[in-house]
């Protein structure tokens, strides 16, 4: 059912399905249902930010589709820290301790 959907609603299902599949198969026919209120087109650009954020909470994804968020295109990308370094913002010698 998912896959008539379109492709992110597919692997949106797959992904919860593949944990737990019994706790949340619930879950998963919550979220078709919602094409019934919504339609195809924006379940399907809906289940793109779960995806991205890695957030599968059914309320999550309803909350997209109610306040128009799979309208807006693709999820805004995390802000990288301007110095490139993807570690630790403070350097290693800050955490020193020094007594004096």
Do not use: W
Request: net charge positive; with cysteine; charged share 30%.
């Amino acid at each position: 059912m998912a896959k008539e959907i379109g492709e992110n609603t597919f692997k949106l299902i797959d992904t919860i399905l593949k944990e737990d599949t019994m706790r949340n198969l619930r879950k998963c026919q919550g979220i078709l249902r919602l094409k019934q209120k919504y339609g195809t087109q924006r379940l399907e650009a809906a289940a793109k930010r779960p995806l991205f954020y890695e957030n599968f909470n059914y309320r999550s994804i309803k909350n997209i589709l109610e306040k128009g968020l799979d309208k807006e295109g693709s999820p805004p990308l995390p802000a990288q820290p301007s110095h490139g370094y993807k570690g630790f913002v403070r350097e290693a010698n800050y955490y020193v301790h020094t007594e004096g």
